[in-house]
């Protein structure tokens, strides 16, 4: 009986797809949902990508994870300038949340007074 799967080192799980395009697991499924990726199903029903394809959609896409990083650097700037997380986020059309996230992974976050966190400032003492 011929094997219908292509060798496993050519699959890819959701995880390494969404380390690959910068995302979270949950967005991979929803885009496998939506058709924009197409999964092999596992017999354990497990979503697998095919390397080449997920290869070729990240080509197509240019550089997913250099605009991300560019995106966070000039955020961080616009947040270090003043700007609240609100302001930031309106600027990139992202969500308050998301981008809260991400300025959290490059810079210190004020509090609501516009100081540093006590625990930040403790830490200075």
Wanted: glycine letters at 8%; charged letters at 35%.
């Amino acid at each position: 009986m011929p094997n219908e799967y292509p060798d496993t080192d050519d699959l890819l799980t959701p995880r390494e797809v969404a380390e690959l395009f910068g995302v979270r697991t949950t967005t991979i499924a929803r885009w496998a949902r939506a058709g924009r990726l197409k999964p092999l199903r596992t017999p354990g029903g497990h979503r697998r990508y095919n390397r080449e394809a997920i290869q070729r959609l990240a080509a197509e896409e240019g550089r997913p994870n250099e605009a991300r990083r560019q995106l966070a650097e000039d955020a961080a700037r616009l947040y270090n300038q003043g700007w609240n997380i609100r302001q930031v986020a309106a600027r990139f059309d992202c969500n308050y949340g998301v981008m809260r996230r991400i300025l959290k992974r490059h810079v210190t976050l004020r509090t609501r007074g516009g100081t540093q966190t006590d625990i930040d400032q403790e830490d200075r003492s």
